[in-house]
């Protein structure tokens, strides 16, 4: 059988497309050796209060180092930021039908003493998956020492690497890798996926605005996979 692959950068706590894109594949590269940039996933996601969507952010010493890989960034030494984000997610999902289900171990994860942002955004998709009741195969790009400038090559690379033939992603890829020549010339076949959803009941109102996985396990606990995999 021909193996899939899906290369992602490491999110903090992300939404529901992501663990559906990652799902589809026999092997997850988490792509660690991807240049930091600003204002990015890597770091914070979106939280539902009953203001709107609220950004929980994880304060990492990037400044001077915008050009530095996602691996090397260091969390912030001021740690009174596990105590920001655990506040704000008690405070807007305490009455959520699933918050002590999900709660502590949530809490338990933010606790631990984290040193970059990378480890920290992937053990909270290895948590979500776990919730998700999921365990895909996860490899990390820094382990493979590809060195490769332009971004499509690297992709196909990273592909080989794992013993790819076929490469899973989202539609905003198409933006760089256009129609897909380079995967064609290296004998891959690319799958885009669609990220279309039903609604799911949530506490806190955010209409067409995806939330981190979090706010769908507080809201529908285990019935969280009907509304990525149904």
């Given at each position: 059988?021909?193996?899939?692959?899906?290369?992602?950068?490491?999110?903090?706590?992300?939404?529901?497309?992501?663990?559906?894109?990652?799902?589809?594949?026999?092997?997850?590269?988490?792509?660690?050796?991807?240049?930091?940039?600003?204002?990015?996933?890597?770091?914070?996601?979106?939280?539902?209060?009953?203001?709107?969507?609220?950004?929980?952010?994880?304060?990492?010493?990037?400044?001077?180092?915008?050009?530095?890989?996602?691996?090397?960034?260091?969390?912030?030494?001021?740690?009174?930021?596990?105590?920001?984000?655990?506040?704000?997610?008690?405070?807007?999902?305490?009455?959520?039908?699933?918050?002590?289900?999900?709660?502590?171990?949530?809490?338990?994860l933010i606790r631990q003493d984290w040193q970059n942002i990378s480890d920290l955004s992937f053990a909270s998709i290895r948590w979500g998956f776990e919730k998700l009741g999921k365990s895909p195969t996860f490899v990390l790009a820094s382990e493979l020492d590809i060195e490769e400038g332009d971004p499509v090559s690297r992709l196909i690379k990273l592909c080989q690497a794992v013993?790819?033939?076929?490469?899973?992603?989202?539609?905003?890829?198409?933006?760089?890798?256009?129609?897909?020549?380079?995967?064609?010339?290296?004998?891959?076949?690319?799958?885009?996926?669609?990220?279309?959803?039903?609604?799911?009941?949530?506490?806190?109102?955010?209409?067409?605005?995806?939330?981190?996985?979090?706010?769908?396990?507080?809201?529908?606990?285990?019935?969280?996979?009907?509304?990525?995999?149904?």
């Open positions: 059988m021909t193996r899939k692959a899906v290369i992602i950068q490491p999110m903090f706590f992300p939404w529901r497309g992501q663990f559906d894109l990652q799902s589809r594949a026999d092997i997850v590269v988490i792509f660690d050796t991807v240049q930091y940039s600003r204002r990015h996933w890597y770091n914070r996601n979106l939280i539902a209060t009953a203001n709107g969507p609220q950004w929980i952010t994880v304060p990492v010493n990037a400044k001077g180092n915008y050009c530095g890989l996602i691996k090397n960034i260091q969390i912030s030494s001021d740690l009174k930021w596990k105590d920001r984000i655990i506040r704000s997610v008690q405070h807007s999902y305490s009455s959520a039908p699933y918050f002590e289900q999900y709660f502590a171990e949530f809490e338990a013993g790819a033939r076929h490469y899973i992603s989202g539609p905003a890829a198409k933006d760089y890798i256009g129609s897909g020549e380079k995967f064609k010339e290296a004998d891959i076949d690319i799958e885009w996926i669609n990220y279309e959803y039903e609604k799911y009941p949530q506490i806190n109102c955010t209409q067409d605005v995806e939330m981190s996985i979090l706010d769908l396990l507080f809201n529908v606990g285990p019935a969280a996979g009907k509304y990525i995999w149904s």
